[in-house]
């Protein structure tokens, strides 16, 4: 392996271990999320915030990630016409 997330010729085969690693990013972020929001304390607006930010940043990673692009296309293949338009 030449680097990371790349094959040489001696491997054909695709280094699938940064997937995997940005997979379990995904699972523990969104994982994390609402024990994170209920932590704001009332009233605390910087803190919400700050939180919100955070929120944002790991909903656009996940958007302009192939995650989810993937995932959209085989959801809406097992998805009714009626589960689509929602």
Known sequence: MSAAGSSTAASPYADTRDMYTVHAMF???????PGL???VPPK?????QV???????????????STWRKAITRASKSCSPRQQTG
């Not at 605390?44 to 919400?48: I, N, T």
């Open 27 to 33: 699972r523990r972020e969104f994982a994390l999320l």
């Open 37 to 39: 929001v209920r932590s």
């Open 44 to 48: 605390d607006a910087d803190r919400a």
């Open 51 to 65: 939180v919100a930010g955070h929120i944002e940043l790991v909903n656009l990673m996940l958007h302009r990630s």
